[in-house]
């Protein structure tokens, strides 16, 4: 997984649009995106323009396993 960042949000939109169905992805409200190396030669074909930022960290390509505490039983 790699991570990259669109030069724009209107390019983030559009990526937001054409990925679903085509490749896993994980996105973050700052621009930053966690796609499969195999996305990036397709999103440039799209003509959607964005940086390498590099490899993914593990903590962006794990889920969250936890369950957030349960309320105390009174």
Do not use: C, H
């Not at 990259?4 to 896993?24: M, N, T």
């Not at 003509?47 to 396993?65: C, L």
Request: net charge negative; proline share 9%; charged share 20%.
């Amino acid at each position: 997984m790699i991570q990259i960042r669109f030069d724009s949000g209107a390019e983030q939109r559009k990526a937001l649009g054409w990925l679903p169905g085509r490749y896993s992805f994980k996105s973050w409200p700052d621009g930053t995106m966690v796609v499969p190396e195999e996305a990036l030669p397709s999103l440039a074909l799209e003509g959607m323009s964005f940086s390498v930022e590099g490899s993914a960290r593990y903590e962006q390509i794990v889920p969250s396993v936890r369950n957030p505490a349960s309320a105390p039983i009174q």
